[in-house]
């Protein structure tokens, strides 16, 4: 009994120090604008099936992308006190479990991909390629942030493929939103390793412009986003209920903003995780809504 006890509290910290390394709270960033891309594509409640590849390639794709940075970015965690518990870091997990568990999540993205269509399965790699490449991006560019935004705007891009099987204005429209919305946060995010990042060589908006610039770009990224996100109903029939949750969303952007300053950035994951999982939670609760209204 002693010894099944002890297996079991192994296993228990195996699977907290694998949902560590790959974040998966952030997949609740991108997964709700998926399920958006879905209703819009489907004008409703796609069919379950559909919703649950949707899910697996989803599930996937942030995974693969969450292990990869970590194994990129081995090194680099190492010396950054911010990342020193991390699970690759620490010795909790090991490299050889960390590509295992790639080569997993790669393989569930490209049968869900395959269990959609044809043209979900085509545009699976290059997919693939754009959103593992972000963890080279810091290396080259300090526009690293918009290289994240667009690796998870292909979130509602790739749902609309998944139940159509083709790409028109609205998906690309509402990718524009999340790209910018993701962007806007990861320059608040990247300002509390300007320090780290300089003395490291790396790239970032914070690092090449400055924490206050850094900002202010945020500021303006965002209000784009509520922009591009007002701007939806022209292509698709969402009414008064979305645009009503888009006007509770713009208010949480401001909030977002206020609890960040350049000289205090002790708020930061408040603004990251807890602001921003509300923000995607509600845009989709506020289109499904609209939808269930018709």
Same mark, same amino acid.
């Given at each position: +009994?002693?010894?099944?006890?002890?297996?079991?509290?192994?296993?228990?910290?195996?699977?907290?120090?694998?949902?560590?390394?790959?974040?998966?709270?952030?997949?609740?960033?991108?997964?709700?604008?998926?399920?958006?891309?879905?209703?819009?594509?489907?004008?409703?409640?796609?069919?379950?099936?559909?919703?649950?590849?949707?899910?697996?390639?989803?599930?996937?794709?942030?995974?693969?992308?969450?292990?990869?940075?970590?194994?990129?970015?081995?090194?680099?965690?190492?010396?950054?006190?911010?990342?020193?518990?991390?699970?690759?870091?620490?010795?909790?997990?090991? +490299?050889?479990?960390?590509?295992?568990?790639?080569?997993?999540?790669?393989?569930?993205?490209?049968?869900?991909?395959?269990?959609?269509?044809?043209?979900?399965?085509?545009?699976?790699?290059?997919?693939?390629?754009?959103?593992?490449?972000?963890?080279?991006?810091?290396?080259?560019?300090?526009?690293?942030?918009?290289?994240?935004?667009?690796?998870?705007?292909?979130?509602?891009?790739?749902?609309?493929?998944?139940?159509?099987?083709?790409?028109?204005?609205?998906?690309?429209?509402?990718?524009?939103?999340?790209?910018?919305?993701?962007?806007?946060?990861?320059?608040?995010?990247?300002?509390?390793?300007?320090?780290?990042?300089?003395?490291?060589?790396?790239?970032?908006?914070?690092?090449?412009?400055?924490?206050?610039?850094?900002?202010?770009?945020?500021?303006?990224?965002?209000?784009? +986003?509520?922009?591009?996100?007002?701007?939806?109903?022209?292509?698709?029939?969402?009414?008064?209920?979305?645009?009503?949750?888009?006007?509770?969303?713009?208010?949480?952007?401001?909030?977002?903003?206020?609890?960040?300053?350049?000289?205090?950035?002790?708020?930061?994951?408040?603004?990251?995780?807890?602001?921003?999982?509300?923000?995607?939670?509600?845009?989709?609760?506020? +289109?499904?809504?609209?939808?269930?209204?018709?």
């Amino acid at each position: +009994m002693t010894q099944a006890v002890a297996d079991r509290a192994r296993g228990v910290r195996a699977l907290g120090a694998t949902l560590s390394m790959i974040k998966f709270q952030h997949t609740l960033f991108a997964l709700p604008f998926a399920l958006c891309g879905a209703i819009l594509a489907a004008e409703g409640v796609p069919p379950w099936r559909t919703i649950g590849w949707i899910v697996g390639a989803m599930v996937g794709a942030r995974s693969a992308a969450m292990v990869f940075n970590r194994i990129a970015d081995l090194e680099y965690d190492r010396r950054n006190p911010r990342t020193g518990s991390r699970p690759l870091v620490t010795g909790a997990l090991g +490299m050889s479990f960390a590509w295992g568990f790639l080569a997993a999540s790669v393989a569930l993205f490209i049968l869900s991909a395959a269990m959609l269509n044809r043209l979900a399965l085509l545009l699976s790699v290059p997919a693939l390629a754009l959103i593992l490449s972000y963890s080279y991006a810091k290396r080259v560019t300090w526009l690293t942030h918009l290289h994240l935004g667009v690796a998870l705007g292909l979130a509602p891009i790739g749902a609309w493929v998944a139940v159509r099987g083709d790409i028109a204005t609205a998906p690309l429209v509402l990718a524009a939103a999340v790209t910018l919305w993701v962007a806007g946060f990861d320059l608040i995010y990247a300002c509390q390793d300007v320090g780290f990042d300089r003395q490291a060589g790396l790239r970032s908006f914070p690092v090449r412009f400055g924490i206050p610039a850094a900002l202010r770009v945020s500021n303006l990224l965002h209000l784009a +986003m509520v922009v591009l996100l007002v701007t939806l109903p022209a292509w698709t029939d969402l009414g008064w209920v979305y645009l009503a949750g888009i006007g509770v969303v713009a208010g949480l952007l401001v909030y977002e903003h206020r609890l960040v300053r350049a000289d205090d950035l002790s708020r930061v994951n408040q603004a990251f995780f807890t602001i921003n999982g509300w923000i995607s939670f509600l845009v989709l609760l506020a +289109m499904a809504t609209d939808r269930a209204s018709i």
